[in-house]
């Protein structure tokens, strides 16, 4: 028996998350959706890319809606089949993000008539590397189906509005010096001794609050990894920290590198790019965001940590992430969502959709 997306939404959850669907292992859980939209939703235009499905809406309204959920799962960690225990349904997935998806699938089957064209985008692959997302793949080979006036990732965000999305970059800042036996400790530059004015700029670093839209982004940044040392009787001749910059959308990925510089300007290190993804502005005050700020009765807030979201900023179309369920419960083997914010996300959804 395939999914019924007329089903309440409750129930549709439970039925994607029983189909194992482990990155690089979504055929089955697309081969379902695309069935079911194909024969419960006839005014969808529907196509099969690679394990993603799409479907839009051509109704000649004046603005389009993007739905967008990923489909795959991280590695069930022996938390499935799902069940509903105390008002929560539990199972791999049931937050990160069969839960978002059920609410938009539900949704394309039940509005025939929306307020909005609709497109609909379930695809694979976001869950492991970047260069494997289905979204990048259908924004290289299908484009024309991501334009709209807004995008809605359902990833878990509890009910909130989360827009936009901090930026990201990873930096190695190193030391180099002179090895010496550590007896004769003044023969040599000790690299690791260096780093302790790296730390202590982090240490003292004042992050910056940013307003944007009414989201406030907190940056940061910190140390998250530290090597050197060679022996325990050998002064290092090198040293290194990681260190990560979480930034707010109003500085670019150039911007962000530049102020990482400035923090540790005048100390005895290099810098060293290796890791690096733009952020995204929420875009609040564009129509279409605007109304759906308002269906949801102004329950806004910023997202925190890098989402996809950041794909449809810089295509220009204002992105927000809303869907049920505790993104601090995502992958873990205790997953799991209130029922009742399946409920009120999908409520809330279908008076912006209508």
């Given at each position: ?5 007329t ?46 499905v799409?479907a ?12 967008a959920?990923?489909i ?9 089949p ?104 003044w ?23 940013v ?73 609040l ?70």
């Amino acid at each position: 028996m395939g999914l019924d997306l007329t089903a309440d939404p409750i129930a549709l959850t439970a039925a994607l998350v029983d189909i194992p669907s482990e990155s690089r292992h979504e055929q089955r859980i697309a081969d379902e959706i695309e069935a079911a939209l194909r024969a419960q939703a006839p005014w969808f235009e529907v196509v099969r890319n690679g394990d993603a499905v799409l479907a839009r809406t051509n109704l000649g309204r004046p603005s389009r809606v993007l739905l967008a959920g990923h489909i795959d799962t991280v590695p069930v960690a022996d938390n499935l089949p799902s069940h509903i225990k105390n008002g929560e349904m539990w199972g791999c997935g049931t937050s990160d993000m069969k839960s978002g998806d059920a609410v938009f699938l539900h949704l394309a089957a039940t509005i025939a008539e929306p307020s909005h064209d609709i497109t609909l985008v379930m695809y694979d692959c976001e869950e492991i590397e970047s260069s494997a997302n289905g979204l990048g793949r259908i924004e290289r080979e299908l484009p024309d189906w991501l334009r709209a006036d807004v995008a809605i990732l359902g990833e878990p965000s509890g009910g909130f509005i989360e827009a936009g999305c901090q930026g990201t970059i990873r930096v190695v800042v190193s030391a180099n010096g002179t090895r010496a036996h550590s007896a004769r400790s003044w023969l040599g530059d000790n690299a690791i001794h260096k780093l302790g004015a790296v730390l202590d700029r982090l240490t003292a670093y004042q992050p910056r609050d940013v307003d944007i839209d009414g989201c406030v982004y907190r940056e940061g940044l910190s140390a998250v990894r530290i090597a050197g040392g060679i022996a325990g009787n050998v002064i290092p001749d090198a040293a290194s920290v990681t260190v990560n910059f979480r930034f707010a959308p109003d500085r670019s990925v150039e911007q962000a590198v530049g102020h990482v510089h400035e923090v540790f300007d005048g100390l005895d290190v290099t810098i060293d790019l290796t890791d690096a993804a733009a952020g995204a502005l929420p875009g609040l005050a564009k129509p279409a965001a605007a109304a759906l700020v308002a269906a949801a009765g102004g329950q806004v807030r910023a997202k925190y940590g890098w989402t996809d979201v950041s794909r449809f900023a810089a295509l220009g179309i204002p992105a927000v992430n809303y869907g049920p369920g505790d993104p601090n419960l995502a992958h873990k083997v205790d997953e799991r969502v209130e029922v009742a914010q399946i409920t009120t996300v999908t409520d809330i959804l279908r008076r912006y959709l209508t």
